[in-house]
């Protein structure tokens, strides 16, 4: 029986809403928190809640759908892409944020189908962002149509980018070189500490252009297709296909800015793959 795509949506919808209250709710509040591979690679009680409240809520009604959720894969399950139904889950992007009350975090969750992006929501509910995009439908901030800037100079776009949760010294002198080199040549570089909103940004036109080597799979799934649907472009950072496994995304207004970001980044290829 095929996936109705429209009844999945509004269920998830539903859910994430649900979730996006208790993350609002404890913004302000002391977290109790774990460190995962280092102590800027963190974990709260929120983080782990958040995520089985979206599967358990999912499981109910669709049993069969996989997952690739960031919590469960920190706990050492695999992650997996099939052609099966699979909702990619990052309960709170932004969890350095979050743990510092700094109100700029997201759930960030996207369903794939046959390995096709069909819908995709980033969700800060600290200030009420809601980011929703389904495939060949158009993307939308708070129900209203949103559109990429279509900048095309590369001296006058504003690009978005993390240091990430390593600090394994080749990949942070690449991401430092990266900066300054960027920094000299265009119009100006954010970091909100989160993937998943700064590639909102950029779907959003507030932003030209976003690039990260070695976030996951749960980072990027949902901003890929708000991206694409806002007339955007997402690929990897060497001018291929985006490979949502790999570590590494770029996305910009237009392929035109993309091409001149490509040819100015120093590459890095985080391993291993997700």
Known sequence: MSLNLDECYE??????????????????????????SSNIDLLTETDQQVERMLMDGISAKYPDHRFIGEEETSEGKKAELTDAP???IDPVDG???????????????????AQTTEIAIIFNPIVGQKFT??????????GKPIRVSEETRFAYALAT????????????AVVLENIGKLIRQIHGMRSLGSAALNMAMVALGGADFNYEFGIHAWDIA????????????CLDPAGGPLDLMSRRVLCASTQELADQVVAALTQYYPQPRD
Not at 11 to 36: F, M, P, Q, T, Y
Not at 95 to 113: E, G, K, R
Not at 161 to 172: A, D, L, M
């Open 161 to 172: 980018t993390e240091f990430g949760t390593s600090r394994e010294e080749e990949k942070t």
């Open 86 to 88: 699979t909702w990619i």
């Open 11 to 36: 269920h998830v919808l539903g859910l994430v809403e649900s979730a996006g209250s208790l993350i609002a709710s404890r913004n302000s509040d002391r977290k109790r928190v774990l460190e995962k």
């Open 133 to 142: 995009a389904r495939r060949g439908k158009g993307a939308f901030l708070n």
């Open 222 to 233: 949902a901003g890929d297709l708000l991206v694409r649907e806002a007339g955007g472009v």
């Open 95 to 113: 969890t350095m944020n979050f743990v510092h009350s700094f109100p700029h975090s997201c759930i960030s969750i996207a369903l794939l189908v």
